[in-house]
């Protein structure tokens, strides 16, 4: 009977001492929410296009914009768009930087244009980029741009 009581005693400080591990500290949470933040940019290959002729971008230079978050925010800055990458690249401090996830993005305005993220089906599946507004309403019209790189061809 004593041994029966001892190693329920012995089970429940066990018990204790795993349990107070998991003990729910409000520092620890506020860290990790910030490790598992979402990026909303990442750092772009300024030397991809180096050796081609000719312009990836709508427009070759930054030029000034906005961005409207889904949240309400608004970015202003020097943005272009990368027809080949499909990407809305920016300049902070000297650095080259590219939209990481353009989904939490509403539109963006640059070059009097105005870019909406749009999912739309093709046969193999469902695929996604930016779109130039051209018209919205009930029905809304499109466009999408882009660019196609090819290996030069001798004369």
């Keep these: 009977m004593k ?3 001892f190693l329920m005693f012995f089970i429940a400080l066990l018990y204790s001492a795993f349990s107070s591990g998991q003990i729910y500290d409000a520092s620890v949470a506020e860290t990790m929410d910030y490790l598992r933040r979402d990026r909303l940019v990442y750092n772009s290959n300024e030397k991809a296009y180096e050796n081609i002729d000719g312009t990836p971008y709508l427009e070759k230079e930054f030029e000034t914009g906005k961005i409207y978050l ?8 020097d943005f272009r768009f990368d027809l080949y990458a499909n990407h809305i690249q920016f300049i902070n401090d000297d650095s080259r930087y590219v939209i990481a996830y353009p989904e939490k993005i509403a539109r963006v305005e640059l070059n009097g244009y105005i870019f909406e993220h749009i999912d739309y089906k093709i046969d193999a599946g469902v695929e996604h980029g930016y779109f130039i507004v051209l018209a919205e309403g009930y029905y809304s019209l499109y466009l999408r741009k882009s660019k196609t790189l090819k ?3 001798s004369a």
């Design 3 to 5: 041994r029966t009581i």
């Design 151 to 153: 290996d030069p061809v």
């Design 70 to 77: 889904k949240t309400g925010e608004v970015i202003k800055g």
